[in-house]
């Protein structure tokens, strides 16, 4: 029944490890809950310092303490739990510079709330391997394939109830495994303690139903919907993806990128909405029924791309929530495909439709008019044009499709949204597309959407288009503008790939103040486009920092964007007299993205402060980071400045403070079990630092693979909870199977270790080398047949991965047991070091690295491999290898 304890033990703390993810991304933000559960889980290792200090007095009360800690679990999860809610904290105030210190108390108060559960847990499965030593494999094997259910579990589990009620499912495993567990005493006394088992599991879920103090931030966007008069949510949706929430009240709008002018436009403003919030988190809006007014596509940034190739054939990526669709046919496209990647999202579009087909307008571009900078088009031709010359130059061009000009119904068909990958849909396209519009939400509506902006996704877009198609990009630059630097690196990496011979003329880039659109031809853009784009941004005041032929002295800005440095800590508002001015001698407005971008892709250089500050290099499929930017160089300035970072930089801060934590909590681990020399087990000096050396390997190792698996699945399988939970469960539970199977090898541990290290290795090395082109070439395969190959590709890393932990274990068997729990420890430092490094090593260099570096580790790990020695024995027992 030991293994059934274990089993159950693992299965609950697993679960609650995943389940504070999720939490901590509901109620706050993911990415300082992953701070907080990454050094929480240091008590595994705490764990096995103090059962290496003082095994034996806790060995001698091990069936005591295998029902009383399963029973003790039980009322730290629910007191842990309960506890989080109480604590206020706050992470805006993380980037003030005077409240900064007391969020960090609030941290350590997170560490308190947790850490006693973890431990627990650490101390159970740690006293588990003293007490099964002669059947460590078996052990280890209940271990992991515990983990592997609970992780597939939990998941499960969070569709089912309210996400703050998810911890109720993880009571009955632990009350079995003390129930498995009862003392071999009188019955009178065994009824008792099952009696206070369950009384403990009743208690227990009280707390968590009634008193979990959970509840959103109050700085997330669905706290402040939430809290408008009248709000009213419509429907929620629990889900492994995320806890869904569809709000109305008369504050939520759709949310175009208007003009500043369309009022004089004569442009409606944004029309009433439906909110639609994912873990609080603003998703997207939603038509709500009846019939829809789009006059505010007179006014709105995304509406060019529709006016340079009219009635074309368009994809979407992103629907916005049923506005795109709707708005592409009244723009005068003649087919519209639309592609979504949730698959709630796409559900409640089936259940919330609009009622009503939009209403017909007479959508006004004048673009005939003259535009206000007199050089409209001219840096594109041979000659200098004139107002006039420009207006012929748009003329034609610039006219409107007959559904957009006038008050006809649009005549185009759009098929329904369908559920999957963009780039999917582009490998698989008969009929070449003239436009892919990407929705301004689509880059953050999944983690796989991020593929999207590499520049192998921009290649498979572009080889996706008719001869004259174009692709829109969306980039906010509201927080930062440097982001459309690197996706316009991006994109010109990615038409290289594609063979474009001179990207910088196949590129127009268009903004406002907080969003710029990106647009990619397939053709080089002609005079004719670009005065038509220029003429329709000045009528709108938006501005184009980049178009072929741009001199930037020589173009007007309407919205300001100073240059911010962050070496210097200084903001240039204006340009000095004289300077590009209009002739008035007034200081005009600044565009620094226009003098970066002309002076990247027309001369390549990457001299400005920008590229200095922040690492710009293209996002590819192999490093597919697009906001993690900050160098590492550059860490101690960006602190500095920490109050200007948008929060999507901060998970890369994170990510180092963990690493540092992680990095002095495993030197803390491995030097405190050498103030007492006899609680090794009398290990010499050498054996330990060897052995430190191999569970290093293998905790590192294991989590490398792990990591980059997740990642590249999530890419394949376009589902990231598909692709973790997949990952994680085949992994862990093939992990298991390897563990049992190694049992055969435990009378020559050696051969075992490095038969498994070396296949391992094997296997590491032909899937990094193979498996981006295989994912490549089967990304358009059926879901059933993508899933087998995932589990294929998995499986047989995991089985043998498996094999070297237990079996390094058992040589340490007997009067050198101290030992045990020790390495136990180890691996679980080394594991919370391994997950910061391996996201900081692949921002820096890519997953390729990591995985390479995997293999090594297993490689090492081989050359480390301990072996079986008897009491008192000076040489090892089996031959040298």
């Known amino acids: 029944m030991r293994y059934v304890g274990i089993f159950l033990v693992c299965l609950s703390s697993i679960a609650f490890e995943i389940f504070l993810v999720r939490h901590f991304a509901i109620t706050s933000w993911s990415e300082y809950g992953y701070w907080v559960i990454s050094m929480a889980m240091a008590g595994y290792s705490v764990s096995g310092v103090v059962l290496c200090l003082f095994g034996s007095a806790f060995q001698r009360h091990a069936g005591a303490l295998f029902f009383g800690l399963p029973v003790a679990m039980l009322l730290l999860l629910s007191g842990g739990y309960a506890a989080l809610g109480l604590i206020p904290f706050n992470p805006l105030e993380l980037q003030n510079e005077v409240l900064w210190p007391g969020q960090l108390v609030n941290i350590g108060r997170y560490y308190l709330a947790l850490f006693p559960f973890f431990f627990a847990s650490g101390l159970y499965v740690g ?54 567990s009862l003392p ?51 429907k929620e949706i629990r889900s492994a993806r995320g806890y869904y929430q569809l709000l109305s009240s008369y504050l939520e709008r759709h949310d175009p990128d208007l003009s500043n002018n369309y009022e004089l436009l004569g442009a409606g403003g944004p029309p009433p909405a439906l909110g639609l919030y994912r873990d609080g988190e603003r ?78 307008f007479a959508l006004r571009l004048p673009l005939s008019e003259a535009a206000p900078d007199t050089e409209a088009g001219a840096e594109a031709v041979a000659e200098p044009q004139d107002n006039a010359s420009a207006e012929a130059a748009a003329g034609p061009a610039a006219d409107l499709p007959p559904e957009a000009a006038g008050h006809d119904a649009p005549t185009g068909k759009a098929t329904p949204p369908r559920l999957g990958s963009p780039l999917v849909l582009a490998a698989k396209a008969e009929v070449p597309y003239s436009l892919v519009d990407v929705s301004p939400e689509f880059l953050d509506q999944g983690q796989a959407n991020k593929y999207l902006l590499t520049s192998e996704g921009v290649a498979r877009l ?245 990591i980059v698996l997740i990642e590249r699945f999530t890419f394949f399988l376009n589902d990231p909870a598909l692709a973790f939970a997949l990952v994680l469960s085949a992994m862990l539970i093939a992990s298991g199977l390897g563990s049992a199977f190694s049992s055969r090898f435990v009378p020559r541990p050696r051969a075992g270790i490095r038969l498994a290290c070396a ?68 691996n679980g430092a080394l594991s919370v070091v391994a997950t910061p490094l391996a996201n900081i090593l692949a921002v820096s260099c890519g997953y390729s690295l990591v995985f390479y570096a995997s293999l090594g580790l297993y490689a090492l790990a081989g050359l480390l491999a301990p072996t079986r020695r008897e009491p008192g024995a000076n040489a090892p027992e089996e031959r040298p290898e």
């Open 462 to 706: 572009f080889q996706a288009l008719s001869a004259d198609g174009l692709i829109s990009l969306p980039m906010g630059i509201g927080e930062l503008p440097v982001y459309a630097l690197k996706a316009v690196a991006t994109v010109r990496q990615g038409l290289l790939l594609a063979g474009v011979a001179e990207p910088a003329a196949h590129i127009l880039v268009l903004r406002s103040s907080f969003t710029a659109r990106i647009l990619v031809s397939r053709q080089a853009f002609s005079p004719r486009d670009i005065a038509t784009a220029r003429a329709f941004a000045a009528e709108r005041s938006f501005d184009t920092p980049y178009f072929p032929g741009i001199d930037p002295a020589k173009v007007e800005v309407y919205n300001d964007l100073p240059p911010v440095s962050f070496e210097t800590g200084t903001t240039e508002a204006a340009r000095p007299e004289g300077a590009g001015d209009t002739g008035t001698g007034d200081p005009r407005a600044r565009d620094a993205l226009m003098d970066d971008l002309a002076a990247f892709l027309q001369r390549g250089d990457t001299s400005a402060s920008s590229f200095r500050f922040f690492n710009l290099a293209p996002s590819t499929q192999d490093r597919p980071f697009f906001h993690e930017i900050i160098r590492l160089s550059r860490i101690p300035a960006a602190l500095a400045r920490i109050e200007l970072l948008p929060r999507q930089e901060i998970g890369y801060l994170v990510n180092v403070a963990v690493l540092a934590q992680a990095a002095l909590f495993a030197l803390i681990v491995f030097l405190l079990p050498m103030l007492r020399r006899r609680g090794m087990g009398g290990l010499g000096h050498g054996e330990v630092l060897s052995g430190f050396g191999y569970f290093m390997c293998l905790g590192l190792g294991f989590l490398f693979v792990e």
């Open 283 to 360: 998703l997207v809006s939603l038509p709500r029924p009846g019939a829809m007014d789009l006059g505010y596509l007179n006014a709105a940034l995304d509406s060019l791309p529709y006016l340079l190739r009219p009635q074309g054939r368009v994809l979407l990526a992103g629907g916005r929530g049923g506005f795109r669709p709707r708005e592409a046919l009244e723009l005068g496209a003649a087919f519209v495909d639309t592609v979504e990647s949730d698959p709630v999202l796409l559900a409640i579009l089936a259940a919330h439709a609009p009622a009503a087909p939009p209403t017909s």
């Open 184 to 234: 071999r005493t009188r019955p009178p006394v065994r009824a008792a303690l099952a009696g206070l088992a369950l009384l403990c599991m009743a208690g227990a879920g009280w707390v968590v139903l009634f008193h979990n103090n959970a509840a959103f931030s109050q700085y997330k966007p669905v706290a402040m919907a939430m809290n408008v008069e009248d709000n009213r949510v419509l």
């Open 127 to 180: 006293l588990s391997f003293l007490a099964g030593q002669e059947n460590i494999p078996k052990v280890y094997m209940a271990d992991l394939v515990g983990a592997g259910l609970g992780a597939a579990a939990l998941l499960f589990c969070m569709s089912l109830v309210h996400p703050f009620h998810v911890p109720l499912f993880l009571l009955p495993p632990l009350t079995l495994a003390a129930l498995t």
């Open 759 to 826: 296949v391992a290795a094997t296997l590491a090395a032909f899937s990094g080398l193979l498996l981006p082109r295989l994912l490549d070439l089967a990304l358009a395969w059926p879901d059933p047949a993508k899933l087998a190959l995932a589990v294929g590709i998995v499986a047989p890393l995991g089985f043998f991965m498996g094999m070297p932990f237990p079996l390094a274990l058992s040589t340490y068997r007997g009067v050198r047991s101290p030992f045990i729990p020790w390495a136990w420890s180890v």
